[in-house]
């Protein structure tokens, strides 16, 4: 797997599906046998065809029930869910009480040369579900469906989700009205293994387990590497580009503990997640961040913090001068991941060198100064400067004309439609008639029209 990697092309698509158990490659010790909740159903609510034509996955409406809600195994994949254990730093505390709480590992595939992980969320009770009932809401997982679709529509590399069920359970909740609707949530990724997954290994200090772990990413997510270190050098670009990608799409993860940092870099598990309606650095998506350690303006920092740990967990069976080079570089593959994005979203051309790393640090700081708001912003200036500034929805200062008329133009400007956005409001906007009448059109437009966008 190539880093920035958004997921499978049409190139890539399979005609038949292929099912896959890679993961007992990495025998006791890594996962539990579960069994799912048994649920009644209310409505499929969400369930991405083309994903799944593009995997050689065709299914009827009473199959997709059967495999994403009754946890029926797969053709040649997985007899049964597995819990995987690890552990992780929860806003930088150490916790080793954790693992799979409320999903499992349901099903691998292979597709395109690549495995990939059908992961759940809201599935039922596990070892790891301590006092937690093992559910998810329904808004939760209106929420993520909603946001899997606009990061990818943004470029940015994410697990995707699969299908939405909504079952019949009422559910207690602190955040949210209640009761409240249930529902199962199946994601789509290119690997269910975590940061946390080395630090549970380490913690123990079960140096040929860590072997095998690594051994196992690398076989399957990163077969250019020879060694630990350097598939730990390949998780450092991954993981630069994918924050880098989050800046750039303003997107606040919310939670970045290392328990939800993906080994191949998807986002994942993004709760309370955010978009920026203006630059705001201190912004934050968590209510219960009360630091602002997860703000926007610190991503970067979190991230570099999140591989340290997991350096420190490969410094069992690694050589510390490789991890160390690894990570000295981080910044550096930061900035010009960044670079890349903003020029991508900005559709104009990079020059290749200083003045680009300048052009995207001004973007930036006018950003914040001007308080444009995010979404119009990046839509006005689709294009660069490239046709007549009537057509655009906000008014901009002459010295930023100036700065992104330098770079030569790679893409057409939209014309004058409101641009595609995912604030919270317009969240609330899409759930409001789900909770009052059951009525979803909002929502499949919605994700109608992120699809058009990727």
Not at 411 to 435: C, F, K, V
Request: charged share 25%; net charge negative; glycine share 8%.
């Amino acid at each position: 797997m190539c880093c920035g990697d958004i997921f499978l092309s049409p190139s890539n698509s399979v005609s038949k599906f292929q099912g896959a158990k890679a993961i007992h490659e990495l025998g006791e010790g890594f996962f539990d046998p579960v069994k799912p909740a048994d649920f009644n159903l209310v409505g499929v609510r969400y369930f991405d065809e083309t994903l799944s034509a593009s995997i050689g996955l065709e299914l009827s409406n009473e199959q997709v029930i059967d495999h994403f809600l009754r946890f029926e195994p797969l053709p040649d994949s997985l007899a049964e869910p597995l819990a995987l254990r690890y552990h992780g730093h929860q806003f930088r505390h150490y916790n080793p009480d954790i693992g799979d709480g409320r999903g499992f590992l349901f099903a691998q595939c292979e597709a395109g040369g690549k495995l990939l992980d059908f992961g759940t969320k809201g599935s039922g009770t596990t070892p790891f579900s301590r006092s937690g009932d093992g559910r998810l809401t329904l808004l939760g997982g209106v929420r993520e469906v909603l946001a899997a679709n606009y990061l990818q529509s943004l470029g940015v590399n994410t697990s995707l989700a699969f299908a939405l069920i909504e079952t019949d359970e009422a559910l207690q909740r602190n955040d949210e009205p209640s009761p409240t609707r249930a529902a199962v949530l199946t994601r789509l990724s290119h690997s269910h293994i975590r940061f946390g997954t080395f630090q549970r290994q380490a913690f123990f200090e079960d140096r040929e387990a860590l072997e095998r772990l690594s051994a196992y990413c690398i076989r399957h997510f990163y077969p250019d590497a020879k060694t630990p270190e350097e598939m730990f050098d390949q998780v450092v670009t991954a993981s630069a580009d994918t924050v880098a990608s989050w800046m750039a799409a303003g997107f606040v993860h919310g939670v970045m503990n290392t328990d939800n940092m993906n080994i191949t870099g998807e986002s994942f598990d993004y709760g309370p997640y955010r978009f920026l309606p203006k630059l705001d650095p201190k912004f934050t998506a968590a209510y219960f961040d009360h630091g602002g350690l997860y703000a926007f303006g610190r991503q970067p920092e979190a991230m570099a913090w999140n591989l340290a740990q997991l350096a420190q967990s490969l410094s069992l069976i690694c050589e510390d001068a490789k991890l160390i080079q690894a990570m000295n570089v981080f910044a550096d593959r930061y900035q010009r991941a960044l670079n890349a994005h903003v020029f991508r979203r900005l559709g104009i051309a990079p020059q290749h060198g200083e003045r680009d790393t300048a052009f995207v640090r001004e973007t930036f700081i006018y950003l914040q100064k001007s308080q444009v708001p995010w979404p119009e912003f990046w839509h006005d200036w689709l294009g660069g400067a490239n046709r007549s500034t009537k057509d655009q929805i906000g008014t901009y200062d002459g010295d930023w004309i100036d700065a992104v008329s330098a770079f030569d133009p790679v893409a057409e400007r939209p014309e004058t439609d409101r641009p595609e956005s995912l604030l919270y409001g317009e969240i609330g906007e899409i759930w409001q008639p789900i909770a009052e009448n059951d009525e979803w059109t909002a929502f499949d437009q919605k994700t109608e029209r992120l699809k058009a966008m990727a």
